[in-house]
Every structure is written in C-alpha cells, then in structure tokens.
C-alpha cells in the first residue's frame, strides 16, 4: 500500500500529475482543489491510495489524510466510484462533507456533478454515523505556502472540462460565479473560486430540473 509520497512535481495536468520520488515518476489521479495546490519543480507531499480496476492500478492523490478517508468512505454508498468521489471533494472541503451528512442536508449534494436527488439521499442515508464533525480541521500535508496567483480562470475552466462541463457552461459558470460573489474577482485562491462555480453550477442543474 502506498499511503503517501514524498518528491518533486514533475507535472499537472487538468485531473492528474506527477510527482518523482527517487527517480520514479508517479502518475496519480487527483480533485481539482489538489492539483491547484501543486507547484511545478517543488517538492511536496501527496497523500495517497492505490486502487486495481479491471486488473489495472490506479494511484489517488490527496493534500490531506482526511480528503482521502473522505474519499475512500464516498466509494462505499452505493453507485458511488471514484469520478464522484473526487467531484465531491472539488465542491466542499473534508468538513463541509462531515457537517451536511450530519446535518442530513442531502440537497447539498446535489451541487456536485454527477449526483442527483436520489444518489444525495442515498450519501445521507449510507453515511450517516460514519462522517461526523471533527474538533480541529486537518492541516495540509503539501509543503508550499505560496498564494495562488490571481489569473485562475483559467485554471478554473480547464478544471470545469475536465470534470465534464463543456467551454460554453464552464464560462458561464465562472461569470455567475463572479456576479454572485464580485469578490472571487480579486481573491487569489484557486480552490475557493472553483468551488463557488461548482456550486454555483450546481444551482442551475437543480433549478432547470424543478
């Protein structure tokens, strides 16, 4: 089991990367939110789960230890696999998860893509019990302080594509966001700013199905 590795980034794409770690570079798939903590040429520290599917591994990674039981407990509702998995940890952080299973907000859920009143239903239903609030947030394992640099937009529509929305929607999800909250405009955080457009994303698909 390979539960985390320590080594340079080598490169990050819209939904994985690479880290070295003693000459061996590592492909791990990852949320949206890690990749943008990533920084090209350091050396960090990914918190990490390796899955067989269909007989072939595939390598997860997380910036904290709690993202990755998040992760590994989503995979055990029903219908649930690792593309939504991940989506879940694109829109809320490891506590907002805990806090809306413990608050029975199953709407909640159904601002991540993939997920619809039934599957939310079933988080709640599944989970309830096994995600509870904890005292003290978990700190992150990455090694980089630096502040993002205030052009994510792109980043934030590449990320958007890569979970499935199309250009036309991610834009318009980005544009939303930023009339609904104008202060995203001149935040440099690169997970906050896509989390408001997943949510803000997640708005609309609840309201077209009304």
Known sequence: M???????????GTDKAVIQVAGVGYVFSASPNTLSALRLGSEMTVQTLLMIRDDDPVLFGFGTADEREIFETMMTVSGIGP????????????????????QQDDKAFTKVPGIGPKSARRIILELSGKLVPRDEPDQPSTTSSRRHEPTWKDQV????????WNEKDALKG?????????????SPDVSAALRATLQNLGEGQRRQRL
């Open 2 to 12: 390979i539960s985390s590795l320590t080594g340079e980034i080598q490169h990050i």
């Open 157 to 164: 529509q590449q990320a958007l594509i890569g979970l499935g």
């Open 174 to 186: 980005i544009a939303n966001a930023l009339e609904t909250n104008p202060d995203l405009a001149e």
């Open 83 to 102: 593309r939504i998995a991940l989506a879940v940890l694109s829109v809320f952080d490891p506590d907002e998860v805990r806090q809306h299973i413990d």
